[in-house]
Each structure stands twice: as C-alpha cells, then as structure tokens.
C-alpha cells in the first residue's frame, strides 16, 4: 500500500538523488520530492511542509552543518537524515549535535528505509508531543487567567510550598505581591491549631482522585491578623507536574454575620423572657403594694386614734410612735415596690411589639431608657439631666425606648470602667422650634474618623463580637425617620460623641392635668375576677371601706352570677385569664346584655396576646395596668359612677 512522502533532498548529485528515491519507492513510498543544493534555495524551500530530508554531508555550495543550520534558524521541526559516501566520526558527532537524525552510508542504503521508517514515527511522536505541550501551556495560560478573575483565593502548592498564588489569595493574607507567598510553607499559614489537620487533608488530596473539603479553618495573615477561610483542595497537573490547588473562601464576614445572628436571637428571647417576667412580676406587685398601702393607711388611722387617746392614757404615746416607725417602714417599702414596678414596666414596654403610635412625654421614655441601662452605667459615668418643659410627641413607647436606651448604651460602651467621678453621661431634652430634641452627651472615646461614614450601615460594628451586633443605630434612625424624625451624630475622637434625636411635636393639645376627678357618689357594687386570689383579696381589702366587691378567680364564676340576675356597677377582670379570657368573657357579656358590657374595666400585667390588642383597638374599653394604682382605680370608679 503506497505511502505519500514529501521529501526534502539537500543534493549536488541528479544520480544519487535518484538512486535514493528509488530505494523508497521500492519500500511502497510515493514521493513528491525537491532537490536543493545551496544555502538560498534551502530556505525557499523551507517556507514549504516537508516530512523528511535527506542531506549529502559535502557538496561544493553548501555542506551538511551549513544546511543543518539554516533549517535550525527557521525552527523547523522536520527530521533530517545525513546521506554520504565517507564521513568521519568527529563530523558526526558534530552533525548529530546540529540537528540530524541519523547517518546512511550511500555504500549500504538497505538502510535507508528502515532508518526512514523510524525517523518518520518519531517525529509523528514528537510532533504529537509538541502540540500537546503546546495544547498544555495554552491550558495553564489559560487557567492562570481564570484564577485571576476567581474572587476566591487560590494556592497552588508542590512539595508542601506555594509555587503560584492568585491576586485575590495575596489581598486575602496581606501579601504586597503574589510574588510574596512564593515558596512559603502551605502548613504553616494556617493557626498553629489547625496545622496538623491540613498536613493530614494535605495527604488525603496527594491520594484522592476527587476534592477535599479541608472544613473552616483559621489562617495567619503575613501582618499576624488571623481570617477564617473555608478550605478545599484537588490535585492537578500543574508547568507539567503534580501540585495540589487549594480554594480559599474568607468566611469571617460570614462568621461574624452567622455571631451577630445569634446575639440578634438571643436579644429577641431575652425580649420575649423580659415580657414574661414583667406579667409574672406584676401580679405579686399588684397585691404586695395594695396591702402595704391599706397597712399604712390602717396604722395612720390607728395612730390618729392613739394620739387622741395619749392625753388620758401616757403609755399610747409610746404605742403611736412605734406605729409611726412602722409607717416610715412601710413606706419604704412601697418605695421599693414602685421601683420594681417602674423596672416590670420599663421591661414590659422595651419587649413589647407594639407599634401603636399615641402621645407620649419624651422625659418618662427617657428616664425609662436610664433605668434600663443602669447597670451599664454605673460603674463608667454620672448621669447629669437637662429637661425642660415640652410638649408630647406622637410615637410608639416601645420603638422609642428602643430608640433611647441603644443610644445611652452606646454612650455608656463608649467610657470605659472604673471611671465613674470623672465622666458624665448627659440627657438634655427641650424644644427647639416645632420639635422635640433629645441630646445624649457622653465624655466617652468619640468615634474614629474613617468609621464615621458606617455608622447607619447594618451589621456594621466597633465592638468586639457578641457585644454588638452592628444593628442597633440602623433599627434606631429607621424608628427615628418612621415618626418623621431624624438622628445626627457628632463626635470628636477623645472628647465624646453627641447623639441627637429630633421628633416632631404633636400637634394635638395636651391635657393639663389640673381637673380632678370627683368623689365616688355613692357605694357600689364591684366584682373583681382574677385567677391569683391575693391579687383579688388585696382589691377587696382595699377598697371594702368604699364598696361592696365581690372576688372570683374564673370567668366561668362571674358569668354564671351574672347570668343568675346578679347586678353590679362595675366589673373589674384580668385580660389574661385562663380557660375563657377575659375578651371572651366580654363578648359573651355583649352578646345578652350590652348595657352591662359597658360597665367592663380589663387589668392587664402585660400582654402580647393578638386576639387581646385587637380587641383593645376596636373597643373602647377601659384598661389598667398591674400593679394597680388605687388612685387610679377609685378615680375611674368615679367617673364610671358619675356617668
């Protein structure tokens, strides 16, 4: 079967050219052939593709290591065969050295094909090899440009050292240069820690036909700050040999994020557990401050008598000033009871979701906040008020004690412990054209300049993590800016930072205050349903002087005395009952008697019930809040009576 062969003949000699081409033809080749024999037509003829050449050693133009140099010039790949009558061993060290292939005596061309034969499966195997070196160094060109545009970091690592480091890995651990990480230790740029793991997943990679996931994992930066990393490495084929490629993904923004998470779920069940508390509170508040009032008011009564009955009998004297020094107890007691009270009340509405917008005295909210972040406070700064008389602004008490008590925190986190005599935390509230302004002033570190900028940004934080969750000044203006309103900052690094609040005033006139309510006309007929039976004997005890009250502790009780013909003036029930609430209670009171409806006052010691605010919303219902404040209670009687 013929075999095309294009052929190359460097050859002075017609006869000899002829004498070799027939020795291949005999071997089954076809030949398209050229015959040069000088230096210049050898180059022309180069500019063609050519399988093989043949070249005679000496010629009178041109000799073997000339000819073997100009194809060497123009980088041709394609075999040559020396074809002489005598060469001598140093020639042909020589011209193996520039080039050729092979020798062939003319005096023994049986050799000629089978040297042929050999050359043209070489350079078949060379030429293959050639272009997949060429296919090889286009791929890694072109993987190292890719690894450029990769935002992840990436380490190509041989011999446990890194041979090849992407812009984003440099950037990533603070290298000047890619050139930077060249030849460090792969093992060692991860924490002391997690060393040996990535030496033993740098083992399982050598061994794995598939990638490794190395895990998340702490690296050292070449400044000495560590970064979290998300690690996976492959082996691969890299300037031609064995490497392992490793991915880097910094995950400390995912991390910190996934921390801040936590600390913002954390936060929401303290709210929740805060407005558990302050309910549960309450109740015992309720019945501890209406006994320690209707003590003092019995012992007062007692002393007033003893007094009058000391003129005759000199040993009450001492009796009455023993009952004041209890009255002065007493009376430090329910000082202690208001403060507890103050505190389930403050919790209460810092946890309650109430977005329920109402008129509110900027000075209580913030007296409210201080409470709250007394314990923050108390070992960094005094607190020094300013508050001058203002008028209401129209918001949630709730969002703006969020709004406050971030702010007095941030002014407390900002003075350092240990420091109390010599810092201050101001809270300066006035009115300043058609708004209500509110100043918290600290004497703190002040904020650095280029942080200034992030303040608002979420998630954006200078406290170490799980102090801060980078989310209070955002929630804080969009609160703020929600009510028509705005929060500025201004702060000088080591003099303190000023935080300023600006809120319309409302635009609705705001009682006086000044009426009082009348005395009750006459004694009524009370029932008080409550499932904590102290709560109820506490109402009892208070006011039994005044009314007649009947005490229940279920719903199912009271409807039953009404539904018996029972009349009272006044129904007093806990909004939170169990088995049928007291919203229930009333829609079953409505639904036969409307007029009795009417007389319905609700107690609540906090609640986030749905079904309770929404018929709080749609009802006009009167409500009070435990602990109950009996001034309150017998001033609603009044009116209640009255109407």
């Known amino acids: 079967m013929s075999r095309t062969l294009r052929l190359l ?29 000088t230096a210049g037509d050898l180059d022309e003829a180069l500019n063609s593709s050519w399988d093989l050449i043949l070249c005679d050693y000496r010629m009178p133009n041109l000799d073997a290591p000339t000819a073997l140099s100009v194809v060497s010039a123009r980088q041709v790949q394609t075999p040559c065969i020396i074809v002489s009558g005598t060469v001598g061993e140093e020639r042909a060290v020589n011209a193996l050295r520039l080039g050729a292939k092979d020798f062939v005596l003319k005096s023994n061309l049986s050799r000629l094909v089978s040297a042929v034969e050999r050359e043209l499966r070489d350079s078949e195997v060379r030429i293959k090899h050639a272009l997949a070196e060429q ?74 036909t598939t990638p ?44 910190e994020l996934i921390a801040r998470t936590m600390q913002v779920d954390r936060m929401l069940a303290v709210g929740t557990l805060a407005a558990g508390v302050g309910h549960e509170i ?22 007033q008598q003893l007094e009058k009955l000391s003129v005759r009998e000199p040993t009450t004297g001492t009796v009455a000033a023993a009952l004041s020094e209890v009255v002065g107890i007493l009376a430090e007691v329910d000082e202690g009871t208001r403060r507890i009270r103050d505190i389930a009340r403050d919790l209460s509405t810092f946890a309650r979701n109430d977005e329920e917008l109402r008129l509110i005295d900027l000075r209580a909210v913030a007296d409210s906040a201080l409470r709250m972040a007394t314990p923050e406070i108390r070992q960094r700064a005094r607190v020094v008020r300013h508050y001058d008389e203002i008028p209401q602004v129209r918001a949630s008490v709730s969002r703006l004690s969020q709004v406050l008590l971030n702010l007095v925190v941030n002014a407390a986190h900002a003075i350092p412990k240990g420091a109390h005599d010599t810092n201050e935390i101001g809270v300066n509230i006035r009115s300043e054209g058609g708004n209500v302004v509110v100043e918290i002033v600290d004497t703190g570190s002040g904020i650095a ?22 989310l209070g000044l955002a929630i804080s203006r969009r609160i703020v800016r929600s009510l028509g309103g705005d929060i500025q900052l201004e702060s000088a690094q080591g003099r ?46 208070s006011l ?100």
């Open 544 to 643: 039994s002087r005044e009314h007649d009250i009947v005490v229940v502790e279920t719903t199912a009780d009271a409807l039953a005395r009404l539904r018996g013909g029972e009349s009272f003036d006044a129904i007093f029930c806990d909004i939170n009952m169990p088995s049928m609430t007291g919203v229930e209670l009333y829609a079953a009171i409505e639904r036969s008697s409307p007029q009795v409806a009417a007389r319905v006052v609700m107690i609540t010691g906090g609640t986030d019930d749905l079904d309770a605010k929404d018929f709080l919303a749609a009802h006009s219902v009167p409500l009070l809040e435990k602990p109950l404040d009996m001034s309150q209670v017998r001033a609603l009687l009044a009116e209640m009576l009255v109407r």
């Open 282 to 303: 309450n109740n015992p508040l309720a019945y501890v401050m209406a006994n320690v009032a209707y003590a003092t008011d019995e012992i007062s009564r007692a002393q």
């Open 212 to 255: 490794v996931p190395f895990g998340e994992l702490t690296m050292v930066r070449l400044d000495g700050r560590p970064i979290a990393v998300e690690t996976t490495a492959t082996s691969v084929h890299f300037d031609g040999q064995s490497a392992v490629l490793g991915v880097l993904r910094d995950v400390s923004a995912r991390r």
């Open 135 to 208: 296919t090889l160094r286009a791929t890694e060109a072109s993987f190292r440009a890719a690894f450029e545009l990769i935002p992840d970091g990436i380490l190509v690592c041989r011999d446990g050292r890194v041979i090849h480091a992407n812009g984003p890995a440099a950037k990533m651990l603070a290298a000047v240069s890619q050139d930077e990480l060249q030849h460090s230790s792969f093992v060692e740029l991860f924490l002391a820690a997690d060393q040996p793991a990535v030496s033993e997943r740098l083992r399982e990679t050598l061994d794995s």
């Open 9 to 37: 003949m460097i050859e002075d000699s017609e006869d000899d050219a002829a004498l070799l081409m027939r020795e291949l033809r005999r071997a089954g080749y076809e030949l398209m052939t050229k015959r040069v024999d």
């Open 449 to 470: 300049p280029e942080h200034r900028d992030r303040l608002f940004t979420p998630f954006f934080t200078t406290k170490p993590v799980g102090q801060g969750t980078g």
């Open 496 to 541: 303190g930072t000023t935080a300023r609040v600006v809120l319309p005033a409302a635009r609705e006139p705001t009682p006086d205050g000044t009426s009082k309510p009348a005395p009750p006309p006459r004694r009524a007929r009370l029932l008080f349903i409550d499932d904590e039976r102290l709560v109820g004997a506490a109402f009892q005890r």
